[in-house]
Each structure stands twice: as structure tokens, then as C-alpha cells.
């Protein structure tokens, strides 16, 4: 498979995203304006990411003019056609504001920004830490979604210390069940407030968002 990873104004995680998939994965990635619309190039085998960063400086809500974007068109459609999606950091609120997964991003429960490791704990049991870098990362929906989210097997990773255990202070945000990350009943749009291309690398003394990777799109 290949990734598409898209650029808006105001990104400034995808140097990190690109050089991950490129350099530590070895995956063929091919970088996306997001004035253009072509797709052309993608089957439903691949996916499109969507990095961290401030689109658009992040005025009015996160993500909520870069959702209309001519790319972000090209890429609810490549969606809806089944085709992977990954939005990590803005990139999750991105999703939220188009439509693509449910809930919101809102501000952290300590009106601060968070930027430190955090552990966070996947479907499979597995524990990894992963950074995260965000002021407005507190996932929310109303009860009936998040019933449904964890019925469904769509919450993806949540918050946890490093045994496992959530709640508490292992939430750096105060998300809504502790949840870190998310995907759509077809499972095939997913989206996470940690950076798993920050920790990649040996050279940055964390590989555990390699196992990330491997874990959504079977990488070997």
C-alpha cells in the first residue's frame, strides 16, 4: 500500500509523518496540497493521512475550514468508497468536523496545552507510549455514541498508565472514557489525538508507535 499525506496551511507534522512512513516503515508516500483534488493515484487499498498541525491557524473550531478544503472533498468520497483514512492530532478533528468520524475535540479539561509522553492502550491489550502535543484533544460525544463506539469495537486506544490502567491521571486531557482514538463502523477511517510518527525511531529513544502502524494497516 502507499500514503497519501496531505498539507494544509498551518500543518506542521508532516515532515514528521512523511519521514516516518518513508524512512522507518519504508512505505511509498506521496505528499498532497490541499488546494488539489486527484486521488487518481490511490486504490482503496491505500490510505490518506491527515497530520498534526493548526490548519488554517486554527481559527474558528479545529479543523473546521480545513474540512472544506477542495482536497478534503476527494477525501470524504475516497472514504466513503472504503478507501483507509488516518487523521492523527489535528488531523482526528479534521474527520470530526467532516463528518467522518463522530464527536468533537474540545479544549483540555485544564484549559492548558498538553505536550509530554503518554501510554495508551490498544483493542489488542498492547500498551505503547506515544506523545502527544495538543490544547483542544478532550474527545467528547454524547452517551448514546459512546455506547455505541464501545459496543461496536470502534474505540481504538484509549488513555492508560503504563500497566494498562485508565482513568485517573493517565488522562492528560479528560476525554470522554478515557478515549485516545477512534474509528467509523466500516472500519476503515481512523483517527487519534497521540502522534505515533513521533516515536519511530531509535534516534528518538521510542519506537513504540511502529507497533502503531503495523497494528491499523498490517505493515510488516
Known amino acids: 500500500m502507499k500514503f497519501g499525506v496531505v498539507v494544509f496551511p498551518g500543518s506542521n507534522c508532516d515532515r514528521d509523518m512523511i519521514w516516518a512512513l518513508r524512512n522507518d516503515l519504508g512505505q511509498e508516500v506521496i505528499e498532497l496540497w490541499h488546494k488539489d483534488r486527484d486521488l487518481s493515484a490511490f486504490s482503496t487499498e491505500d490510505c490518506i493521512v491527515l497530520?498534526?498541525?493548526?490548519?488554517?491557524?486554527?481559527?474558528?473550531?479545529?479543523?473546521?475550514?480545513?474540512?472544506?478544503?477542495?482536497?478534503?472533498?476527494?477525501?470524504?468520497?475516497?472514504?466513503?468508497?472504503?478507501?483507509?483514512?488516518?487523521?492523527?492530532?489535528?488531523?482526528?478533528?479534521?474527520?470530526?468536523?467532516?463528518?467522518?468520524?463522530?464527536?468533537?475535540?474540545?479544549?483540555?479539561?485544564?484549559?492548558?496545552?498538553?505536550?509530554?509522553?503518554?501510554?495508551?492502550?490498544?483493542?489488542?491489550?498492547?500498551?505503547?507510549?506515544?506523545?502527544?502535543?495538543?490544547?483542544?484533544g478532550r474527545y467528547h460525544a454524547d452517551e448514546a455514541t459512546l455506547d455505541a463506539l464501545e459496543a461496536q469495537g470502534q474505540v481504538i486506544y484509549k488513555y492508560s498508565n503504563a500497566e494498562g490502567n485508565t482513568g485517573g491521571d493517565a488522562n492528560p486531557n479528560g476525554a470522554s472514557r478515557d478515549i485516545a482514538g477512534i474509528c467509523n463502523a466500516g472500519r476503515n477511517v481512523f483517527g487519534m489525538m497521540p502522534h505515533p510518527e513521533r516515536a519511530c525511531s531509535p534516534e528518538l529513544g521510542n519506537t513504540d508507535g511502529l507497533a502503531v502502524f503495523r497494528s491499523l494497516f498490517g505493515i510488516v
Open 51 to 136: 497530520p498534526g498541525g493548526f490548519s488554517f491557524g486554527d481559527y474558528l473550531r479545529c479543523g473546521a475550514i480545513a474540512r472544506f478544503s477542495p482536497m478534503m472533498q476527494s477525501v470524504i468520497s475516497f472514504a466513503e468508497r472504503g478507501g483507509k483514512v488516518l487523521g492523527v492530532c489535528n488531523g482526528f478533528q479534521i474527520l470530526c468536523e467532516s463528518g467522518l468520524l463522530p464527536g468533537v475535540l474540545l479544549r483540555n479539561a485544564n484549559m492548558q496545552f498538553v505536550c509530554r509522553n503518554v501510554h495508551i492502550k490498544g483493542t489488542d491489550g498492547g500498551v505503547h507510549m506515544i506523545p502527544v502535543a495538543h490544547g483542544e
